[in-house]
């Protein structure tokens, strides 16, 4: 079995690591009903509605 011959240092392992990883903006989306900016695939918190089906009632 392989077995390094150093320790490696916790700043090249977390260099390495972080090298992977891509942050994404979210993904903001038109509500159909009332037309305010909202994530995708959640419900709309200003009219409550989500695949036009009223989900939450809104006041």
Do not use: F
């Amino acid at each position: 079995m392989a077995v390094p011959k150093r320790k490696i240092s916790k700043a090249r392992r977390d260099k390495r690591r972080a090298s992977n990883v891509k942050m994404t903006a979210p993904n903001v989306i038109e509500c159909p009903q009332c037309h305010e900016p909202v994530l995708s695939h959640r419900v709309c918190k200003s009219c409550g509605y989500y695949k036009q089906k009223e989900v939450l009632k809104v006041d």
